[in-house]
């Protein structure tokens, strides 16, 4: 059959269909039935993950005419027209854990047949990125596919379709207090960089954010940041580069990690024992201890990891520039202390200028091969029209207790897009486990406000933190064991197995899960062989 759509080059949709399955009814609440396998209270994430099934392949249409088409209005603006004009329109940006799931969400649940939404899910990526083994792939424990694998592969068998395209500008049509579009019931209007417009009846935002690092001169230029997929791939680019350079010589190679937070001390822990007697890793936090708002069980594990790697660390101090050492220059040499590692030999090497944060006189300077900048981020919202969305200072949408946005009924807002407080007043945190549940509260309440019936407030639980310290050590502190940390193997496997849970669909956890089990057991193998040889060799 043909395909009913023409896209800009730069775009790319990817449709796909599904059927419904069986059924559970939740409570008295009177909410819609889900056919998933897992409640909210999962280990460490909570929520209801998604299913992955056959393929369809990408343009092919199915009976049903489910596949949207393009116009042509005058002048040169392209317009996406739905499949329908009944069923409600939603619109999710962005595929990281806050929209795939919220996708995965909305698929899962039962609907009345006029009230089924049509879903589109933008990213600009191809693939869906499980950013917490992020640096498994540094330490060559995970192969890409199994913590990227594509949208095309997990949302086969899904009505969900996918489009590979930036959103460049956001219109609101919902604003409290404004006309409505002439079309009724129309939220506003999605701006992509192809060119192509598709109008929305709802909106979730959940774009993610992207490393900060043009926080002090010379970061954007020399400093890497680690967030994304590709930064993963420009990290392993250069730390191969400098394997090379360095292969059997006497000259470490210098590693600086700037920020002791989690994304910092995991960072550090991976390419150390990457590295190992090959390289020095320098960690660099503004604070006078290593993980400051983390358990006390997660900090002290890490603690003796990075001691026993020989981490080097400088708390209390704060990065003030990053310049090559060929143009580095100092009129103030007294006052510095310098840990020079090479920069003599190498003027290729970077020179990082360290500060007290505290205010103090004594700045020390570290000459590096690579800087890693895990400090800062910020949300990537799009252009909104007119600035009509609440955003506080920190570029995050406000929203209301049920995850909407302030003053705009039809849009909601999650993960790093979204600025939410819990009870206390304090601020959530941007983690995994925060945009996770919320989007299986974001998929109820899309429902709950599609049929018109009372929502949900969101309540955020702490299920514990989790952290990588290498192939074979983590650190597990599960919030419902009051003084209990898993450390060393046992929180590896612990740590592994929780995150196998809440991969996105049942189809790529078993890929994954068989995957994973063989590795194991090629490495216990091996294991055992060098035991052996090793008790064989001794006279």
Request: charged share 20%.
């Amino acid at each position: 059959m043909l395909v009913h759509a023409t896209l800009p080059a730069s775009a790319s949709l990817i449709t796909f269909n599904g059927t419904s399955g069986g059924a559970r009814q939740w409570g008295k609440l009177f909410f819609p039935v889900s056919r998933t396998k897992f409640g909210t209270n999962s280990f460490l994430f909570g929520g209801i993950p998604g299913r992955g099934l056959p393929i369809i392949v990408p343009g092919a249409s199915q009976s049903n005419g489910s596949v949207g088409e393009v116009s042509e209005d005058e002048g040169t603006r392209r317009t996406y027209v739905w499949p329908n004009d009944k069923n409600p329109r939603v619109c999710i940006l962005g595929g990281g854990f806050g929209g795939l799931y919220t996708a995965l969400r909305l698929e899962s649940l039962e609907w009345a047949r006029d009230k089924k939404p049509q879903i589109l899910l933008f990213d600009q990526s191809e693939r869906f990125v499980f950013k917490p083994m992020l640096y498994e792939l540094l330490s060559g424990e995970v192969d890409v596919w199994e913590i990227a694998p594509r949208f095309s592969d997990l949302l086969g068998n899904t009505s969900v379709q996918f489009f590979q395209d930036r959103v460049k500008l956001l219109h609101t049509y919902d604003y409290e207090g404004m006309n409505a579009s002439t079309r009724s019931g129309c939220g506003g209007a999605v701006h992509l960089e192809s060119g192509l417009v598709v109008e929305y009846d709802w909106l979730v935002l959940a774009l993610g954010a992207a490393g900060k690092v043009d926080l002090v001169p010379g970061a954007a230029e020399f400093a890497f940041p680690f967030s994304t997929l590709e930064d993963a791939y420009m990290v392993e680019k250069r730390l191969r580069e400098l394997e090379r350079k360095y292969f059997g010589k006497d000259t470490p190679i210098v590693v600086a990690v700037v920020g002791c937070g989690y994304a910092g001390v995991e960072l550090a822990a991976t390419v150390s024992e990457r590295l190992k007697d090959k390289g020095v890793v320098h960690a660099i936090g503004r604070d006078t201890t290593i993980l400051p708002t983390a358990p006390p069980g997660n900090r002290e594990a890490a603690l003796k990891v990075l001691s026993s790697r020989k981490i080097q660390l400088s708390l209390g101090y704060s990065v003030r520039s990053i310049t090559k050492a060929s143009e580095y220059r100092t009129s103030d040499s007294d006052a510095r202390t310098t840990n020079n590692l090479g920069a003599a030999q190498d003027p290729d090497r970077l020179v990082l200028e360290l500060w007290p944060f505290d205010g103090g006189s004594q700045v020390q300077t570290l000459d590096a091969d690579l800087v890693l900048w895990t400090v800062g981020s910020k949300p990537l919202l799009p252009q909104i029209e007119r600035n009509w969305l609440p955003l506080i200072e920190q570029g995050q949408a406000e929203t209301d207790e049920t995850l909407r946005v302030k003053g705009h009924p039809r849009i909601f807002a999650i993960g790093d897009s979204s600025a939410l407080r819990d009870s206390s007043g304090r601020r959530l945190p941007a983690t995994a486990q925060v945009a996770f549940q919320q989007a299986d509260f974001a998929g109820w309440n899309l429902w709950a406000a599609i049929n018109n019936r009372h929502l949900l407030p969101f309540r955020f639980q702490n299920l514990g933190e989790m952290m990588t310290l290498g192939r074979s050590d983590a650190a597990v502190t599960p919030s419902f064991l009051e003084g209990l940390t898993l450390e060393g193997p046992v929180g590896h496997t612990a740590r592994k197995i929780a995150y196998l849970a809440r991969l996105p669909t049942d189809e790529h956890r078993l890929k994954v899960g068989i995957s994973w089990l063989m590795k194991s057991a090629v490495d216990s193998v091996a294991s055992l062989q060098s035991t052996l040889a090793e008790v064989l060799s001794r006279p």
